[in-house]
T-cell receptor
Framework: NAGVTQTPKFQVLKTGQSMTLQCAQDMNHEYMSWYRQDPGMGLRLIHYSVGAGITDQGEVPNGYNVSRSTTEDFPLRLLSAAPSQTSVYFC?????????????FGPGTRLTVT | GQSLEQPSEVTAVEGAIVQINCTYQTSGFYGLSWYQQHDGGAPTFLSYNALDGLEETGRFSSFLSRSDSYGYLLLQELQMKDSASYFCAVRRYNQGGKLIFGQGTELSVKP
C-alpha cells in the first residue's frame, strides 16, 4: 500500500492564484481530513469528510473548498491564494474500531504564497 | 480556539523518563490520542485512550483521566531519536468526530 499520498510536495503561488492540492489514500478509510501547520504551531483542521459525498468544515475553513467524490480522493482547493495561506498542508485518512481511532498522514505540501 | 493545553517545550537526558501532560477543557469526546512529529515531517500515531487508565506500547505509555480532564504521554528509556514534537488530540462527540490537536510539545533529548 502507498498509504496517503499528496501532490505536489512544494508549491509557490502568487497572491490571487488558485490551485488544488491533491490527496489520495489506498487503505479504504472512511474518514479523511486536511490540516494546516504553521511554524511552531499545532495542526489546525481545515475540512473533514466522513465518506464519499460528505464533507464538513473544521477550525479554519475560510479560503478553502473540498469535495469527496470517491473514497480514495480528497482534493483541497485554494480559491484565491493569500500570503496568510503560506503553510504546510497535511492530508490524513483514518479508520475507527471499537477501541481505537488511528490517523495516517501524508508527507505534506509546503506552500508559499508571495 | 484550542481547548487542549500542553507544555511548549520539555528537555530530558538520554535514558531518563519524561512525562508530557495534556489538559483539556472539553466534554463529551471519544478518546485522547498522541502523535509524534519529527522535524516538520508527517505526524505518526502513537497511542489512543478510549477509556480511563494506562495504555502501554513498548517504551511509550499513555494515560487518561476523564474526571480530571487530564492525560499524559510517558516516554521511558529516552533515546536521542525521541527528540520530536508530541501532540495530544481529541475527537469530540458534538463535532462529528473530528480530530482536534493541541499545539504540541517539543521534546529535546540531551546526551
Amino acid at each position: 500500500n502507498a498509504g496517503v499520498t499528496q501532490t505536489p510536495k512544494f508549491q509557490v503561488l502568487k497572491t490571487g492564484q488558485s490551485m488544488t492540492l491533491q490527496c489520495a489514500q489506498d487503505m479504504n478509510h472512511e474518514y479523511m481530513s486536511w490540516y494546516r501547520q504553521d511554524p511552531g504551531m499545532g495542526l489546525r483542521l481545515i475540512h473533514y469528510s466522513v465518506g464519499a459525498g460528505i464533507t464538513d468544515q473544521g477550525e479554519v475553513p475560510n479560503g478553502y473548498n473540498v469535495s469527496r467524490s470517491t473514497t480514495e480522493d480528497f482534493p483541497l482547493r485554494l480559491l484565491s491564494a493569500a500570503p496568510s495561506q503560506t503553510s504546510v498542508y497535511f492530508c490524513a485518512s483514518s479508520y475507527e474500531t471499537a477501541s481505537s481511532y488511528e490517523q495516517y498522514f501524508g508527507p505534506g505540501t509546503r506552500l508559499t504564497v508571495t | 480556539g484550542q481547548s487542549l493545553e500542553q507544555p511548549s517545550e520539555v528537555t530530558a537526558v538520554e535514558g531518563a523518563i519524561v512525562q508530557i501532560n495534556c489538559t483539556y477543557q472539553t466534554s463529551g469526546f471519544y478518546g485522547l490520542s498522541w502523535y509524534q512529529q519529527h522535524d516538520g515531517g508527517a505526524p505518526t500515531f502513537l497511542s489512543y485512550n478510549a477509556l480511563d487508565g494506562l495504555e502501554e506500547t513498548g517504551r511509550f505509555s499513555s494515560f487518561l483521566s476523564r474526571s480530571d480532564s487530564y492525560g499524559y504521554l510517558l516516554l521511558q528509556e529516552l533515546q536521542m531519536k525521541d527528540s520530536a514534537s508530541y501532540f495530544c488530540a481529541v475527537r469530540r462527540y458534538n463535532q462529528g468526530g473530528k480530530l482536534i490537536f493541541g499545539q504540541g510539545t517539543e521534546l529535546s533529548v540531551k546526551p
